[in-house]
Each structure stands twice: as C-alpha cells, then as structure tokens.
C-alpha cells in the first residue's frame, strides 16, 4: 500500500531539493494516468480533488477511488482536498479517507484565517492526517485578481495555525493557460527567510518550466498545484478520439484513447520537480 500523508513527501522533498506535484483531477481516467505517470517516473504524486471534481463525483466515491488507485500503486500517493472552503468540507474528506486537506481561508482576515486553519489543521492530525492553509490570495485568468503574500503574515501564519504546507500568491494565478506569468522570486526569498514550511504554488500551470525546476531544487516550494494544462491534454486527446470516428458512440472506447496522451503529458509536468 502507497497511500501516504502530505507530510510524508513534502518534508523528503523539503529536505533533498526537489518538489511534488498536485495533480488536480476531474475524473477516474485522469488520476488513472497520474499514477501510470508517477510509477514511469518513480516518483511521488499528489491526486487532487478540487471543487468542480467534487460538484462531480462526492467526496466518499473519490476517496474511495484514489486509496484504490494509491493501494495497488508502487509509488507513494497522497489521496488530497484542494481548496475546502469549510470545516464540513475537510470533515467530510477525512472521513472519506482522505490523507491531507486543504483548507482555503485566504479570503478572510488574517486572524480568522489563522484561527479557522489552526483548528482544522488540530481536527486532520487528530485523524493522521495532513493539513495545507493558503496565506494571500491567488486569483483566476480572467476573475479575481490576486492579494500577494506578506512576508511577516506568512511566518505568523505558518507559526500560529500549525500547518504542514504553506500555499502562498507570488504572482500564480489559477487557470492560467500560458507559462508566461513567471513568478516573484524576491517575495518567494522574503518568505521562506522567516519560515520552515514547505511552500506551496498554485496555479502551476502558468508557471515556466525551467522556473519550475530552479525553484523545485533551490527553494522551500515543495509542492506545485498543476491542473490546467492537464485539462488541456485531456480536452485535445478526447476530441482527436471522438472525431477520429463520428460513428463511434462507446465512451469507454473513446476514453481509453485519452490514458497515452494524458500519460506523457503528466510525465513531462512531473520531470520538471525531480532532484538535480
């Protein structure tokens, strides 16, 4: 059995200089390939269950279908809440098996922040499970704009809430569909020199790959959210294979042909946070 902790990878990551990646998922052909490209790749994965995966499939059926896919994996596998907005929603995920949550408070003041984190970050260890906060605010292409991350609230945050993972906004954005953005490295250095917590980026699929790699073996990011341009590969294989054949109406047919391409694709985003 692989199913492990978030803090069972990110401190060997934090420790030897490389980074893990969260995949985020939509469905059991996406986390299917994930793991398919972390055993090619022998190395860890993090399988993401965000908020439209959960408007989707409810959390107890993905619970249950991530500790399937991490039991028979040969690699380590973290079963992962991204952004619960509520207590309810890290209960839930805890109770469904879930191995880490995410607890998404960047919205609110800082002291609220700190205090509703620290409380579900209490709840999740109790249960053996990990907790990541998010302190400032990562916007969407297109939506919210972004609250970057100051430096002395990130070390009262990561000080004060008791977190096993710091998701920070220096200049991420969610959704982004380019790798232009690039992100704010004098901030990332003003943060990590007041804490310990391995950070984290969301948005990583904004983020220039070679980027990416500097920061994954040379900073205190241990952890990279990408979803978007695996959404993407997804979205591209799905629509070659339905419009290969217009006669062909089985899905399971259909979908097989999206593992190859969604498989390369995780492997290259997950080359790029191997050690040196």
């Given at each position: 059995?692989?199913?492990?902790?978030?803090?069972?990878?990110?401190q060997?990551?934090?420790?030897?200089?490389?980074?893990?990646?969260g995949?985020v998922?939509?469905?059991?052909?996406d986390?299917?390939?994930y793991?398919?490209?972390?055993?090619?790749?022998?190395?860890?994965?993090?399988?993401?269950?965000?908020?439209?995966c959960r408007?989707?499939?409810?959390?107890?059926?993905?619970?249950?279908?991530?500790?399937h896919l991490?039991?028979?994996a040969?690699?380590?596998?973290?079963?992962?809440?991204?952004?619960?907005?509520?207590a309810?929603?890290?209960r839930?995920a805890?109770?469904?098996?879930?191995t880490?949550?995410?607890?998404?408070?960047?919205?609110?003041?800082l002291?609220?922040?700190?205090?509703?984190?620290?409380a579900?970050?209490?709840m999740?260890?109790?249960?053996?499970?990990?907790?990541?906060?998010?302190?400032?605010?990562?916007?969407y292409?297109?939506?919210?704009g972004s609250?970057?991350?100051?430096?002395e609230?990130?070390?009262?945050?990561?000080?004060?809430s008791g977190?096993?993972?710091?998701a920070?906004?220096?200049?991420?954005v969610?959704l982004?569909?380019?790798?232009?953005?690039?992100l704010?490295?004098?901030?990332?250095?003003a943060i990590?020199?007041?804490t310990k917590?391995?950070?984290?980026i969301h948005?990583?699929?904004?983020?220039?790959?070679?980027?990416?790699t500097a920061?994954?073996?040379g900073?205190k990011?241990?952890?990279f959210n990408?979803?978007?341009?695996?959404?993407?590969?997804?979205g591209?294989?799905?629509?070659?294979?339905?419009?290969?054949?217009e006669a062909?109406?089985?899905?399971?047919?259909?979908?097989k042909e999206?593992?190859d391409?969604?498989?390369?694709?995780?492997?290259?985003?997950l080359?790029?946070?191997k050690?040196?």
């Open positions: 059995m692989s199913l492990v902790t978030l803090k069972e990878v990110l060997p990551a934090l420790q030897n200089g490389y980074a893990v990646a995949l998922t939509l469905g059991w052909e986390m299917r390939a793991v398919a490209a972390a055993e090619a790749e022998n190395c860890p994965v993090i399988l993401q269950a965000g908020p439209s408007d989707h499939t409810p959390l107890p059926v993905l619970g249950k279908m991530f500790r991490a039991e028979s040969s690699v380590p596998v973290v079963a992962h809440l991204d952004h619960g907005y509520t309810e929603d890290c839930i805890v109770d469904s098996g879930f880490s949550v995410m607890f998404d408070g960047s919205r609110k003041p002291s609220q922040n700190i205090d509703e984190t620290a579900i970050a209490e999740a260890r109790a249960a053996g499970v990990s907790c990541e906060g998010e302190i400032g605010f990562v916007g292409s297109g939506g919210e609250a970057g991350t100051d430096p609230e990130a070390a009262q945050f990561a000080r004060e977190v096993d993972a710091m920070i906004s220096v200049g991420n969610h982004q569909q380019d790798k232009e953005g690039g704010d490295e004098p901030r990332i250095r990590e020199a007041l917590v391995p950070l984290v948005g990583g699929s904004g983020v220039p790959v070679a980027q990416r920061l994954a073996r900073s990011i241990c952890k990408i979803g978007t341009e695996l959404r993407m590969a997804f591209n294989a799905l629509r070659d294979a339905v419009n290969a054949d062909r109406f089985d899905r399971v047919q259909i979908l999206t593992h391409p969604v498989v390369a694709a995780a492997r290259q985003v080359k790029a946070f050690p040196a």
